[in-house]
């Protein structure tokens, strides 16, 4: 009966080991996939907002005002969504 005890107890260690690791592991990639999400958008942003400032060949301070507004506005959203 013994012989059958510690292998199973060791096998079973390891099972709870390896779950937790791949929760991490999950946890990770979620965590970059977040941070790339994020980046995207203020990419996106940028792109948009350049695009439209450059139109005239001028960008103005207005515009760049206009730039902080939004992602003032995109900072807000995100504080709101996260429940910070």
């Known amino acids: 009966m ?6 199973m107890l060791t ?4 099972w709870i080991l390896t779950i937790t690791q791949t ?3 999950f946890q990770l990639i979620e965590l970059i996939l977040a ?4 980046l995207l958008t203020l990419l996106y942003i940028l792109y948009r907002w350049y695009k439209k400032a450059s ?3 001028n960008i103005s301070p207005e515009e760049v005002k206009e730039l902080i ?3 003032d506005e995109y900072k807000r959203k995100e504080k ?3 429940g910070s």
Do not use: F, R, V
């Open 23 to 25: 929760n991490e592991i």
């Open 35 to 38: 941070i790339i999400s994020s």
């Open 80 to 82: 709101e969504q996260n």
């Open 11 to 14: 096998s079973s260690a390891n």
């Open 2 to 7: 013994k012989k059958t005890i510690l292998p």
């Open 69 to 71: 507004e939004e992602l």
């Open 55 to 57: 139109e005239d060949g």
